[in-house]
């Protein structure tokens, strides 16, 4: 019966250590010329977006696992180029393509097809859209009379500069929740800095500072329904992947271990998990691996696809635990989607608990 004790204990310490056992699987890439894919966004449908090599050039692509990856084109009259950047889950895609006017922000869906939004007034002809939520609302930078700037656009008010925190006017807006919170960075008068900002209030952006112990610097790439924001930011250290709430401020997250001081939060899910990037023992000082953050069990790496360099970063997630990115591999650069091999921790956790009752159950009747 000791034996029976034992095992449950080793079981249950087991799976409590355990968050994601991800295996990362290639999305292929656009048929026609070299085998180049990346991977920028996931709706918790599993679509995924984010561009390729395809025999017109840089293509944005949207993936299905129904009907595998496929084009969506470009902007009429540039030069072929488009990147598709953020997803929502009416699966409108937004990005930048090459067009008649220059590099312009775009909006895509089945039904209308790729539609450019235009720019700001006063600058040079630019603009890129880097993310949109399930409101249609959309954010990215755009060139302004007072450089490239983060705006918000919207079906019915067109593009709008949001502000900046007091510099130079220069930033950019990267992801916005269903609550209209904006994130991103601005030249602030103490440097580059990450902000937050409603576009339904009439508050000003508000910067969230940096990791404390280097030279000032941080920006904001992701933040989810509870305003959680992923965050990069210089610190004692080095560059760290960094999370901030209203409650806590910012916070690191550390790094992988074994490679140079260096990591970058890229997207946050409404768990409060973020994905992104670190030097790691695999990795080395001069490439960089995928990784995998849970606020209880703490980073994991990703890998990479086999038979390349090693050589992955993760880009986003979606709120069943899907992760996307670009992994070295057999055939080149290729996007990749992980899929979990092990329940989420609450199942693995319950699962445990029952295992370890029954166990004990047994012994105590013997």
Do not use: C
């Amino acid at each position: 019966m000791k034996t029976v004790v034992l095992f449950a204990v080793f079981v249950y310490a087991t799976i409590t250590q355990s968050v994601v056992t991800a295996a990362l699987i290639g999305l292929g890439d656009l048929p026609g010329d070299t085998y180049l894919s990346a991977a920028y966004g996931v709706n918790n449908n599993g679509q995924v977006v984010g561009r390729a090599q395809s025999s017109n050039g840089i293509e944005a692509f949207l993936w299905t696992n129904g009907g595998g990856m496929v084009g969506l084109g470009d902007l009429s009259g540039g030069n072929f180029l488009s990147i598709a950047n953020a997803i929502n889950g009416s699966g409108q895609v937004v990005g930048q393509a090459s067009g008649t006017n220059g590099t312009e922000a775009f909006i895509w869906d089945n039904v209308n097809g790729m539609q450019a939004l235009g720019d700001l007034p006063g600058g040079n002809y630019y603009s890129v859209a880097m993310g949109i939520n399930n409101a249609g609302q959309v954010v990215g930078q755009s060139s302004s009379a007072v450089g490239n700037v983060p705006f918000i656009w919207d079906a019915v008010n067109g593009m709008r500069v949001i502000g900046s925190l007091g510099g130079d006017g220069w930033g950019a807006a990267r992801s916005i929740n269903d609550n209209g919170y904006v994130v991103g960075w601005s030249n602030s008068t103490n440097g580059t800095e990450a902000f937050i900002w409603n576009s339904n209030l009439n508050n000003p952006m508000a910067g969230l500072g940096d990791l404390s112990g280097g030279s000032f610097y941080s920006e904001a790439f992701s933040v989810n329904e509870h305003n959680q924001v992923a965050v990069y930011s210089l610190g004692a250290l080095g560059g760290e992947a960094a999370i901030w709430n209203s409650a806590n401020g910012l916070q690191g997250i550390g790094e992988l271990p074994g490679g140079d001081y260096y990591s970058v939060a890229q997207s946050i899910n409404e768990q409060g998990q973020i994905v992104g990037w670190s030097s790691s023992a695999e990795s080395g000082s001069a490439y960089k691996e995928g990784f995998f953050w849970d606020p209880e069990y703490g980073m994991q790496a990703l890998g990479d696809l086999s038979g390349g360099i090693f050589n992955s970063s993760a880009k986003a997630l979606n709120d069943l635990g899907q992760v996307v990115g670009g992994s070295s591999g057999a055939f080149g650069s290729e996007a990749f989607i992980t899929q979990s091999s092990v329940p989420e921790p609450s199942s693995l956790l319950l699962w445990g608990t029952g295992l370890l009752s029954l166990l004990l159950f047994r012994w105590f009747r013997h």
